[in-house]
């Protein structure tokens, strides 16, 4: 049985984009009703992860400093089961991905447009918080067995159904 695989995207694959995929690559793992994989990319990608992505995700166990924001050319012509957009600026720029079965829009607020050290922790780990609870009901789903439109509306169902993280 092959992985389900989602592709998570933001205008600079650097901060939620990257906890998105760290996250659902982990619990994803982990999953007994079958596997998920998880990619992400960027329609502008930053020159490197956010350091406040890397520390949020170690400080949850999650070892992330390797990795390298991607450009969404480079995985566009890979079949994706779900693609979700976390900013809007991705969902107004990225291209239609013609090997996308279903989409879905998760608009979260970047974590990193705070501007004290403080701030950005604390929008980091609430950043993480809501993409948790979120990729957590999304893997409960039986997302194998789900038509491109039942999963694209339960998946906008969840992003409804939680709260937007506040950094303030």
Known sequence: MTAFQI???????SARSQVAEAL????????TAGRVTAA???SHPAARVNPGAIAVLASHGITWGDRIPKQIDAISDQ????VITVCDNARDACPILPG???????GLPDPADASEPEQLRTAFAATYEALHARIEALLALPLETLSPSELSARAAQIHRSHPLPTFG
């Open 7 to 13: 592709l998570v995207l933001c205008t600079g694959n």
């Open 24 to 31: 659902i690559a982990t619990l994803g793992a982990q999953r």
């Open 40 to 42: 992400s990319a960027g």
């Open 79 to 82: 079949p994706f089961d779900l």
């Open 100 to 106: 996308a079965r279903a989409t879905v829009h998760w």
